[in-house]
């Protein structure tokens, strides 16, 4: 079965930096669209850096110019090099990857940022 696994978060200042991994099972990043998102209490899942599998990127407004989303498909991982964050940045992450019409995703790992 299709599994997701992210590693990297944690606890970090105002202006550090972080990368989150994810390595995937049974799908391939690289020929299907991915990206990462993020979540905080009460509010909705949103997106946060987005790859197709021709390897256009996008990017959420507030974090354009700080993170950079990478795949790396001999590895079959996808990363989130964060920098320069912020306390707003402070949220559980998730790894997801869609094929055809269906997202898979990770477990979330949390990002804390403090100020």
């Known amino acids: 079965q299709v599994q997701l696994v992210e590693s990297g978060g944690g606890l970090v200042q105002a202006g550090g930096s972080l990368r989150l991994s994810c390595a995937a099972s049974?799908?391939?990043?690289?020929?299907?669209?991915a990206g990462w998102y993020r979540q905080t209490p009460g509010k909705q899942r949103e997106p946060v850096a987005t790859?197709?599998?021709?390897?256009?990127?996008s990017y959420e407004e507030s974090v354009k110019g700080r993170f950079t989303v990478s795949r790396d498909d001999a590895q079959n991982t996808l990363s989130l090099q964060m920098n320069s964050l912020k306390p707003e940045d402070t949220a559980v992450y998730y790894c997801?990857?869609?094929?055809?019409?269906?997202?898979?995703w990770g477990q979330g790992t949390q990002v804390t940022v403090s100020s």
């Open positions: 997801n990857i869609r094929r055809n019409t269906i997202n898979y």
């Open positions: 049974m799908i391939t990043f690289g020929i299907n669209n």
């Open positions: 790859i197709t599998r021709s390897g256009r990127t």
